[in-house]
């Protein structure tokens, strides 16, 4: 992809690409277990391909989700969408830039810019992250959490420098894959934007893929007829057997399958240009209901009223809560879930911060989280900003039964 | 009676931007290998090499790149840059000075 846009961007391309590129490398060495030296050579690797293509670049670690602010799991406003005049009037201010900053610059993208490299990742953040790997117990679930994270730790970057857009390189083959592995993750309510064109939960930033025409044999053809260079680094699922995660286990499916049936690849892909993001039945419109705390999707799960969500998440917690050490309320939590239907979130969730995380997010991100038995090992902006936002949600609640729930309120312990 | 042919043969591996691609890490990371294949009574084709490769180049886990007769699904196999698909997959028979190029599309392998 970064090869194409190369074309695209130079100067006796026909139709010449207007924008300005910056390339970023995540270098995820320590979740999939390499060694410091294999890292080292590596991100040199890349480094070099990254320094030939001319564009400014970042190569950032995945340590560096540990020290990641809360704010990247809110979703920022976003100017309207503007329409066609918008966008000559885009092309045109930029041409003027452009023009504005001379043509000996021309040749270059945009300003040189120094590399930004943060340091190398400290000992302790390393260790964090394999602390948080090793504690996945599938690795559907490590292979969930590394995209996850990957995709936040590639947000910031995006946000921190200003670009208004990411170009991810999912080609044909990885998208139709995609797809039915989100099927069977459970995040079927989301395939239109896992899988679309382009990705704009996050607001500001805006996911696309430009790459989702093209099959992975027509990139590997690409590849080597233009000798286009490549850096290898092994993946967290690399020498897994084939069961060894859904992921794998889809991807030898829908590859078997297209050995046998040339249509496959293609028919799964124009199934999923089909998808439409259509908001959810019963909410009004232009007011989004609340967005899953990990991807960022508005809710997909039964909203807090129903009868029957309220059931499931009970039954499916009270075998877990088991009471944390020093907890005096701890034998009044029955009599209060059983009460008031609409106060759960004051008496039960308290006692068990896995419950109030879990509660924030989609279903997909919630299956995923059975395979983590402990949240501690997440980086901290993530557990921040659920505490901040069930925070909210209490003192919403609390609004309303101010004057009822004033006992509770005083005899709750050690609420910081 | 096939004559003793050489034949390059070549490991690579597709790279997705925005996703990790995988080295082939089966063949001790050497990704070019110059070989001579042994005089034998059938000609050469490419099934006979995949056996070939299979014992004398895989160092492990070699239900990864072979499954069966062939290769696994998902791995390229480029004779002289063309697709095998229009070469007669197994059955093209290997030429002197021949290069062959199998290329993972797999995310991990």
């Known amino acids: 992809m970064l090869w194409q846009v190369l074309e695209g961007l130079s100067r006796d391309s026909a139709k010449r690409l207007r924008f300005v590129p910056g390339v970023v490398y995540a270098d995820e060495g320590a979740a999939c277990g390499q060694s410091p030296e294999d890292r080292a050579k590596t991100v040199a690797e890349a480094k070099l391909v990254l320094q030939s293509v001319g564009f400014p670049w970042h190569i950032v670690a995945l340590e560096e989700v540990f020290s990641l602010p809360p704010s990247v799991l809110r979703c920022s406003a976003r100017e309207p969408v503007g329409t066609e005049g918008a966008y000559k009037a885009a092309v045109d201010s930029f041409l003027q830039q452009q023009h504005a900053l001379g043509e000996e610059q021309q040749s270059l993208p945009c300003p040189p810019r120094p590399p930004i490299r943060a340091g190398p990742p400290t000992a302790g953040q390393t260790e964090a992250l394999s602390t948080l790997f090793s504690s996945v117990e599938t690795l559907t679930a490590k292979e969930e959490l590394l995209r996850t994270l990957r995709t936040h730790l590639i947000l910031h970057v995006a946000r921190t420098h200003g670009y208004s857009k990411v170009m991810m390189g999912d080609s044909c083959t990885r998208l139709a894959i995609k797809l039915m592995t989100s099927l069977a993750l459970g995040r079927g309510a989301f395939l239109a934007w896992d899988t679309g064109f382009s990705d704009e939960r996050h607001g500001d930033v805006v996911v696309v893929r430009p790459m989702r025409e093209h099959t992975l044999k027509e990139v590997a053809f690409y590849n080597r007829l233009f000798a286009v260079p490549s850096v290898f680094t092994p993946a967290v699922d690399t020498k897994a057997p084939e069961k060894a995660s859904i992921h794998r286990l889809m991807e030898a499916f829908i590859l078997r399958l297209q050995a046998q049936f040339p249509s496959t690849v293609s028919t799964v892909y124009r199934t999923s240009e089909k998808l439409v993001k259509a908001p959810r039945d019963g909410c009004a419109a232009g007011t989004p209901g609340p967005r899953c705390l990990l991807c960022m999707c508005v809710l997909d799960v039964d909203t807090a009223d129903s009868a029957t969500a309220f059931g499931a998440q009970t039954s499916s917690q009270l075998p877990q809560t088991q009471p944390p050490v020093a907890q005096a309320e701890a034998p009044t939590v029955s009599c209060c879930c059983t009460g008031m239907g609409g106060a759960r979130h004051c008496c039960r969730t308290e006692e068990d911060p896995r419950a109030r995380v879990i509660e924030q997010l989609c279903y997909g991100c919630r299956v995923n989280m059975k395979d983590l038995p402990s949240l501690d090992p997440l980086p901290p902006y993530i557990l921040a900003e659920a505490q901040l936002r069930s925070q909210r949600a209490e003192a919403e609640q609390i609004q309303e039964y101010l004057l009822e729930d004033r006992e509770d309120e005083d005899a709750r312990p050690g609420e910081s | ?109």
């Open chain 2, 1 to 109: 009676m096939a004559a003793p042919l050489s034949v390059e043969v070549e490991f690579g591996a597709v790279v997705n931007p925005g996703k990790r691609a995988v080295r082939s890490l089966l063949f001790d990371g050497v990704k070019k290998h110059q070989v001579t294949l042994p005089g034998q009574e059938e000609p050469w084709d490419i099934r006979n090499l995949l056996v070939w490769i299979k014992k004398n180049l895989l160092k492990e886990r070699p239900e990864l790149f072979i499954q069966g007769d062939s290769v696994r699904p998902g791995i390229l196999v480029l004779i002289n840059d063309a697709d095998w698909e229009l070469l007669g997959e197994l059955d093209y028979q290997l030429q002197d000075q021949d290069s062959i190029l199998f290329i993972s599309t797999l995310h991990g392998g």
